[in-house]
């Protein structure tokens, strides 16, 4: 099984035969980050790209996310788990006006398998309740989503107002999303941002020391 084969019938919205093909590749071994990776996550990208380009609609865009997340089910018990003592506590969740929540997931699971606390908060979630579940749940590290131009100025309220009540220090604040960058995370005063799940791990790692 090639995977560049799951990308191409996960792009084409095959529903069956990429779920058929996730599952054969499973079989064979091959490594179940590459096949979400190159698989799943670059067929979603490219459909983002079709969405850009006008040559598929919201209803292909709705197709694809459901497709996804039905993939993202079978490859995940067959992740690597790293057990071991918590490594500190996430909060994560997409930001408010943001119903993304595909991608924040994948980096809930990679954190938890990497041996981190994460309480996921869910989509649409106001700035005051990030800091307010941070607080509840005593956060190393609060987690944003976002991926649109209109809801990625939320990462810079949750800042703010955790300036403003004088407890910016108490946590360590890490964006991501299709549009965010780095530049775009100092920018608003967050601490990093990452491209991707397994980043986001690393990510994680620096900002508590331990790596
Ligand atoms: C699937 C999808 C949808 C699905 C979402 C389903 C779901 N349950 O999530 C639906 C159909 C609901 C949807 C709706 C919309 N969408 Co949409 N969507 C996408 C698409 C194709 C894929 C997103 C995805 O799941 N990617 C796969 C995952 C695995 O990757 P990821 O999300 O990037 O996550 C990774 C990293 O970003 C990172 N990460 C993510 N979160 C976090 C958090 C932290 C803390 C860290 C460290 C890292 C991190 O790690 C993740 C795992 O590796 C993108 C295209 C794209 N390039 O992203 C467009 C896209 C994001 N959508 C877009 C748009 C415009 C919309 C709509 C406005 C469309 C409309 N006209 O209604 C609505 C808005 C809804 C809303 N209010 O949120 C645009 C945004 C453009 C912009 N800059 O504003 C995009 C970029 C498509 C495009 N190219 O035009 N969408």
Known sequence: MDITQIKDTFVKLQSDETKNHVQAALDEGLDPVEILQNGIIAGLKEVGKKFEEEEYFLAELMMAGKLG??????ITPHLPENAGTSKGVVVLGAVEGDLHDIGYS???TQLKLAGYDVHMLGVNIPSMQFIEKAQDYNADIIGMSAFLVTTIPNCAEVV?????????DKFKVIIGGAET???????MGCDGQADNAVEAVALCDRLLGHS
């Open 160 to 168: 703010k107002y955790l300036v403003d009540m004088n407890i910016r």
């Open 181 to 187: 960058s780095q530049e775009k995370a100092v920018s």
């Open 106 to 108: 994948l980096v809930a």
């Open 69 to 74: 997340e039905a993939c993202i089910e079978i």
